[in-house]
């Protein structure tokens, strides 16, 4: 599994032969400026919520590559309407794809469409592949639910927010890293903008004075699992 930073909360997941792209927000970051979303390759697009720091580029992306949309019901009918593909879920609920089983877990945020239309309510996703398995939180905040996981799922990463304001902060995150059991972090939804800019030395010491490890990547990079 090979997970690529696309810079905020966009990812890019290889499994085998498929690719996942989570939350592409990539044409209105001005620090992702060198990422070219035309070259992104995508079966599938996961989208956590509906606010447009997370689906700015779904559009453009899934038009390009047929991807399948995969979020909660409302979301996925948005783009369906749109003459998009969608596979459309719920919280608990889990399906069975080529690339592994993926369960849409509860998240505490907020979701609405850049025009206010109803979003849905906003959720996190555990990927099990076949060797690997991940946790994306999505924009949350550190709740009891995440104690969950682990009763079903050993984890091998946790990509947890860390930029404070609109999800949880650095303390937070720690102890989310406790919840579902993962001692290996990568960190995401941080330096946009002002408002979620972080200090990414204290951060990764606050983790490893904890026994973790955290991870922050540079936009474009990736690490493999």
């Given at each position: 599994m090979k997970i690529t930073f696309y810079g905020h909360a966009s990812l890019g997941i290889q499994i085998e032969d498929t690719h996942i792209l989570v939350d592409p927000f990539i044409?209105?970051?001005d620090k992702a400026s060198h990422i070219d979303i035309n070259t992104l390759k995508a079966d599938y697009i996961l989208l956590t919520h509906a606010h447009q720091d997370h689906i700015l580029d779904v559009e453009a992306i899934a038009k390009r590559t047929d991807a399948v949309i995969v979020s909660n019901f409302e979301i996925?009918?948005?783009?369906?309407?749109?003459?998009?593909e969608g596979h459309p879920m719920n919280h608990g609920g889990t399906w069975d794809f080529e690339?592994?089983?993926?369960?849409?877990v509860n998240a505490i945020h907020t979701s609405?469409?850049?025009?206010?239309?109803?979003g849905g309510q906003p959720g996190g996703?555990?990927?099990?592949g076949e060797h690997k398995n991940i946790y994306i939180a999505g924009d949350t905040a550190l709740t009891f639910d995440m104690k969950l996981i682990p009763l079903q799922t050993k984890l091998d990463l946790a990509i947890l927010p860390?930029?404070?304001?609109f999800t949880m902060g650095i303390d937070d995150a720690i102890l989310a890293s406790d919840f579902v059991a993962c001692d290996k972090i990568l960190g995401y939804h941080f330096d946009t903008f002002g408002y979620i800019e972080i200090d990414h030395e204290v951060a990764k010491r606050k983790f490893f004075e904890k026994n973790?490890?955290?991870m922050l990547?540079?936009?474009g990079e990736s690490l493999e699992l």
């Open positions: 044409t209105g970051n996925v009918s948005h783009f369906e309407n749109l003459g998009l690339f592994g089983s993926v369960k849409y609405s469409f850049p025009d206010g239309s109803y996703f555990v990927i099990e860390i930029g404070d304001n973790k490890d955290l990547l540079k936009i």
